[in-house]
C-alpha cells in the first residue's frame, strides 16, 4: 500500500491551492479516504473526509465553505481543493485511507481510525 501526496507549497493569504494523493497496492474504491493536517507543535488534526462511492463527505468546522475533498476512483487518486487559504491553515497535510469492506457510505474523522498514511505535503499561508 503505498500513498503519494503532492500539490503543497507557499501561497499568500486569499489564494487557492489543490492537493493530491495517489493510491496504489489496494483497491482504492473499497477504502474510505480523508486529509488531516499537523502543524508545529500541534497535533494531527482531521481536515476532510470522503467516502468510498464519494456520497458521504465530512469537513472540519473551520475548512467549511472553503475546502472541497472529492476522489476519482478511476484514478486511485483523492484531491483537497482549499480556497480562501489562511496563515492558519499553515501545516503539513497527510493523506489517510481504511478499509471500510465495502460499507461505500463509511468514512472516520479521527485519526485512530486509519491504516494507511501517506508521507505529507508542506502548505504555507503568508499572510
Known amino acids: 500500500v503505498q500513498l503519494q501526496a503532492s500539490g503543497g507549497g507557499l501561497v499568500q493569504a486569499g489564494d487557492s491551492l489543490s492537493l493530491s494523493c495517489r493510491a496504489s497496492?489496494?483497491?482504492?474504491?473499497?477504502?474510505?479516504m480523508a486529509w488531516f493536517r499537523q502543524a508545529p507543535g500541534k497535533e494531527r488534526d482531521f481536515v476532510a473526509a470522503?467516502?468510498?462511492?464519494?456520497?458521504?463527505?465530512s469537513y472540519t468546522d473551520s475548512v467549511e465553505g472553503r475546502f472541497t475533498i472529492s476522489r476519482d476512483n478511476a484514478k486511485n487518486t483523492v484531491y483537497l481543493q482549499m480556497h480562501s487559504l489562511k496563515p492558519e491553515d499553515t501545516a503539513v497535510y497527510y493523506c489517510?485511507?481504511?478499509?471500510?469492506?465495502?460499507?461505500?457510505?463509511?468514512?472516520?474523522?479521527?485519526?485512530?481510525?486509519?491504516?494507511?498514511w501517506g508521507q505529507g505535503t508542506q502548505v504555507t499561508v503568508s499572510s
Open positions: 489517510a485511507a481504511q478499509d471500510v469492506y465495502s460499507s461505500s457510505s463509511v468514512y472516520y474523522t479521527d485519526s485512530t481510525a486509519y491504516t494507511y
Open positions: 497496492g489496494f483497491s482504492f474504491s473499497y477504502y474510505a
Open positions: 470522503i467516502s468510498g462511492s464519494a456520497d458521504s463527505i
